[in-house]
């Protein structure tokens, strides 16, 4: 019997023997069939090494070692050497898009591998959206670039010359550092009380990241020490309990620190849409200082965030991304199982996707960019045909760090003031002090989903378009409520914040509101990114009980060794342990499972 790992020649040399030690005609059809089509197989394994495609080769070589020739598997071997690897990726948001970008730029994509970037929703983006309100350019997602420094996200804008635009949009410009900030009974506090307070919160907020040494006048043991802190919202109450016994020496008295206090929650209301934690109780003290920023300023993008996003699909052919195919399962095989490749599968493909609607896909390699939401509700919501599953499901270290790492949810909701409303000229950034829910100064009017809300301000200066921000249980509760009822609460809320008791909120740039009516706010249009069942929520934070490791574990792929090696590979903002939670980060994960992929197939720029 003849196997197909000799050498062409020596099977030259025993077809010879054969022929003078004398052979049927059919016989002699057969052998020269056969050694015609080793010919091919020599052939065509040649050009594959000579492509650098040492690791599909050596599968096929092992093929050969283990199985014996027969022409049914010569046709199979050929069919496995032409081939190309197909790469799947899931989601086309940033991560996913970048990976695409960054396979199609690396290498001539077309001959050596098919890559399609598989998209449930009807749009490309994911979590950037940039849209319009009231004739203004909005953000419903990503907003701002964070840092511009060494920012991948800053450099395509750039590129792109998306850093200016004709058409006003969201740069919420330079009176940021001009608030006013009033109380929930319409009396402005004088920045005397609220700026020491802030500063506290900022240097503490700093401390706990890493970015100084001590809090207040260089006392490392007094507050702001975070050993034995657990949470950012137990160190940061510490942090303040610090500050009042430290001051109560000189003036503080009873209303005085409840006013101090509702001071210091409005900036923690602040910090929970930056982490998108409910609960400051629940953000990892020791994860906050492996977080890191980007250098310099943080902007947002003129011409609007979905422009870095057709800026990566740009150079991919049409029909790469295939938009409204949802995936619904992502069969695999663990290492244990692999050489037991199912029957239907194409090709012996190890991966094979399910779609919603009925139809699947195989594929080698599939890299899953979708939320870390997502991945939480595939684990625990086994009873929901909707939702993402792995069949066989994930190794328990992997569920265990993505049911650990927290994921938020992180509203804005944008209102646009009538025209017919003239009683102010421009309208100022205000920041909402509430009071306790035990004082007395609590105003019964203003609905629960608005008190921890820190902020309202018009997008850009002189803008008619209002944005407030919304966190955790007020951000859901938002997604329930109509139009009606929101325009309702808001108007009402507003109405008492701006009911100086004085005549007239006087702001330090000169600004001025009138007392004179209702603020009249005619439409509103809120984000639902908790309902939304592609996200789930807004982006990812490290909760209590997780740890950075957490994400390191996320991002690994699965398998890394056996004979189809790297069938999943994990990408998305979530999966990047110091730039979580932004765009960069999705960024940068899509770059890195890419070239995973390229230095697995040999071929890096
Ligand atoms: C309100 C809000 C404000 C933000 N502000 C900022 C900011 O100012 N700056 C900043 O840097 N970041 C910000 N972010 C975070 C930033 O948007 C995200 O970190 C980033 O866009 C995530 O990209 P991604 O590719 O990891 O995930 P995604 O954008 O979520 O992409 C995943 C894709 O997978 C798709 N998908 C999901 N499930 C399936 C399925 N079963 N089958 C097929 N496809 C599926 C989704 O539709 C989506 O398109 C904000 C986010 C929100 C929500």
């Given at each position: 019997?003849?196997?197909?790992?000799?050498?062409?020649?020596?099977?030259?040399?025993?077809?010879?023997?054969?022929?003078?030690?004398?052979?049927?005609?059919?016989?002699?059809?057969?052998?020269?069939?056969e050694?015609?089509l080793?010919?091919?197989?020599?052939?065509?394994?040649?050009?594959?090494?000579?492509?650098?495609?040492?690791?599909?080769?050596?599968?096929?070589?092992?093929?050969?070692?283990?199985?014996?020739?027969s022409?049914?598997k010569?046709?199979?071997?050929?069919?496995?050497v032409v081939?190309?690897?197909r790469?799947?990726?899931?989601?086309?948001?940033?991560?996913?898009?970048?990976?695409?970008?960054?396979?199609?730029?690396?290498v001539?994509?077309?001959?050596?591998f098919?890559?399609?970037?598989i998209e449930?929703?009807?749009r490309?983006?994911?979590?950037?959206?940039?849209?319009?309100?009231?004739?203004?350019?909005?953000?419903?997602?990503?907003?701002?670039?964070?840092?511009?420094?060494?920012?991948?996200?800053y450099?395509?804008?750039q590129?792109?010359?998306?850093?200016?635009?004709?058409?006003?949009w969201?740069?919420?410009?330079?009176?940021?550092?001009d608030?006013?900030?009033?109380?929930?009974?319409?009396?402005v506090?004088?920045?005397?009380?609220?700026?020491?307070?802030?500063?506290l919160?900022?240097?503490?907020?700093?401390?706990?990241?890493g970015?100084?040494?001590?809090?207040?006048?260089?006392?490392?043991?007094?507050?702001?020490?975070?050993?034995?802190?657990?949470?950012?919202?137990?160190?940061?109450?510490?942090?303040?309990?610090?500050?009042?016994?430290?001051?109560?020496?000189?003036?503080?008295?009873?209303?005085?620190?409840?006013?101090?206090?509702?001071?210091f929650?409005?900036q923690?209301?602040?910090?929970?849409?930056?982490?998108?934690?409910?609960?400051?109780?629940?953000?990892?003290?020791?994860?906050?200082?492996?977080?890191v920023?980007?250098?310099?300023?943080?902007?947002t993008?003129?011409k609007?965030?979905?422009?870095?996003i057709?800026?990566?699909?740009?150079?991919?052919?049409s029909?790469?991304?295939?938009?409204?195919?949802?995936?619904?399962?992502?069969?695999?095989?663990?290492?244990?199982?692999?050489g037991m490749?199912?029957?239907g599968?194409?090709?012996?493909?190890?991966?094979?996707?399910?779609?919603?609607?009925?139809?699947s896909?195989?594929?080698?390699?599939?890299?899953?960019?979708?939320?870390?939401g997502?991945?939480?509700a595939?684990?625990?919501?086994?009873?929901?045909?909707?939702?993402?599953?792995?069949?066989?499901?994930?190794p328990?270290?992997?569920?265990?760090?993505?049911?650990?790492?927290?994921?938020?949810?992180v509203?804005?909701?944008?209102?646009?003031?009538?025209?017919?409303?003239s009683?102010?000229?421009?309208?100022p950034?205000?920041?909402?002090?509430?009071?306790?829910?035990d004082?007395?100064?609590?105003?019964?009017?203003?609905?629960w989903w608005?008190?921890?809300?820190?902020?309202?301000?018009?997008?850009y200066?002189?803008?008619?378009?209002?944005?407030?921000?919304?966190?955790?249980?007020?951000?859901?509760?938002?997604?329930?409520?109509?139009?009606?009822?929101?325009?309702?609460?808001?108007?009402?809320?507003?109405?008492?914040?701006?009911?100086?008791p004085?005549?007239?909120?006087?702001?330090?740039n000169?600004?001025?509101?009138?007392?004179?009516?209702?603020?009249?706010?005619?439409?509103?249009?809120?984000?639902?990114?908790?309902?939304d069942?592609?996200?789930?929520?807004?982006?990812?934070?490290?909760?209590v009980?997780?740890?950075?490791?957490?994400?390191?574990?996320?991002?690994?792929?699965?398998?890394?060794?056996?004979?189809?090696?790297?069938?999943?590979?994990?990408?998305?903002?979530?999966?990047?342990?110091?730039h979580?939670?932004t765009?960069?980060?999705?960024?940068?994960?899509?770059?890195?499972?890419?070239?995973?992929?390229?230095?697995?197939?040999e071929?890096?720029?």
């Open positions: 019997m003849w196997v197909a790992g000799g050498s062409f020649k020596w099977k030259l040399m025993e077809f010879k023997r054969d022929l003078w030690s004398g052979m049927s005609f059919l016989a002699i059809q057969i052998r020269l069939s050694l015609f080793t010919l091919c197989v020599h052939l065509v394994a040649i050009s594959s090494i000579s492509q650098s495609f040492s690791n599909t080769h050596k599968r096929n070589f092992i093929f050969f070692k283990t199985h014996k020739f022409f049914k010569l046709n199979l071997y050929c069919k496995m081939k190309k690897p790469i799947v990726i899931i989601g086309a948001g940033m991560a996913g898009l970048t990976a695409a970008n960054k396979l199609y730029k690396s001539a994509v077309k001959e050596r098919e890559v399609c970037v449930g929703g009807n490309i983006g994911g979590r950037i959206n940039t849209s319009e309100f009231g004739g203004d350019r909005v953000e419903l997602g990503a907003t701002w670039i964070h840092g511009i420094g060494n920012s991948p996200v450099k395509i804008a590129e792109t010359n998306s850093m200016d635009s004709n058409k006003p969201e740069c919420m410009d330079g009176f940021l550092d608030p006013i900030t009033i109380d929930e009974n319409g009396y506090l004088d920045p005397c009380l609220v700026n020491p307070v802030s500063v919160f900022k240097e503490l907020m700093d401390f706990a990241q970015k100084r040494k001590s809090v207040g006048n260089g006392n490392e043991n007094g507050n702001g020490n975070g050993n034995g802190n657990e949470s950012v919202g137990s160190f940061l109450r510490k942090g303040l309990e610090d500050y009042w016994e430290m001051v109560s020496r000189k003036e503080v008295n009873g209303n005085g620190k409840m006013l101090e206090e509702a001071i929650a409005m923690e209301n602040t910090q929970r849409t930056y982490t998108s934690a409910n609960d400051l109780y629940n953000l990892d003290y020791n994860a906050e200082s492996e977080y920023m980007c250098p310099g300023e943080e902007v993008i003129a609007g965030y979905s422009r870095i057709e800026s990566l699909a740009s150079i991919l052919p029909g790469v991304i295939q938009l409204g195919k949802k995936v619904c399962e992502i069969e695999w095989h663990p290492e244990s199982e692999v490749i199912k029957n599968h194409d090709d012996a493909r190890p991966v094979k996707l399910h779609f919603l609607d009925g139809t896909l195989s594929a080698d390699h599939v890299i899953v960019t979708v939320s870390l997502v991945l939480k595939g684990i625990h919501d086994s009873d929901d045909l909707g939702m993402l599953k792995f069949n066989p499901p994930l328990d270290y992997k569920n265990e760090a993505i049911s650990r790492l927290g994921y938020g949810v509203n804005k909701l944008f209102m646009q003031i009538s025209p017919d409303f009683d102010f000229d421009q309208f950034f205000l920041q909402l002090v509430f009071h306790r829910s004082s007395e100064a609590k105003n019964p009017k203003i609905p608005i008190r921890r809300t820190a902020s309202v301000s018009p997008i200066r002189k803008s008619r378009v209002l944005l407030s921000w919304f966190a955790g249980d007020e951000a859901l509760k938002l997604e329930t409520l109509s139009d009606e009822v929101i325009l309702d609460e808001v108007s009402t809320t507003l109405s008492a914040f701006l009911s100086n004085s005549d007239s909120h006087e702001q330090s000169g600004n001025v509101i009138k007392n004179s009516s209702k603020l009249n706010l005619v439409k509103v249009l809120k984000t639902k990114w908790a309902s069942p592609l996200f789930l929520g807004s982006y990812s934070y490290i909760a009980g997780s740890s950075g490791c957490d994400m390191d574990t996320l991002a690994e792929p699965l398998t890394k060794s056996g004979s189809h090696p790297l069938q999943i590979l994990f990408a998305g903002e979530a999966t990047h342990r110091t979580y939670s765009t960069h980060g999705a960024y940068f994960s899509g770059i890195r499972e890419a070239n995973r992929l390229l230095e697995h197939y071929c890096m720029n």
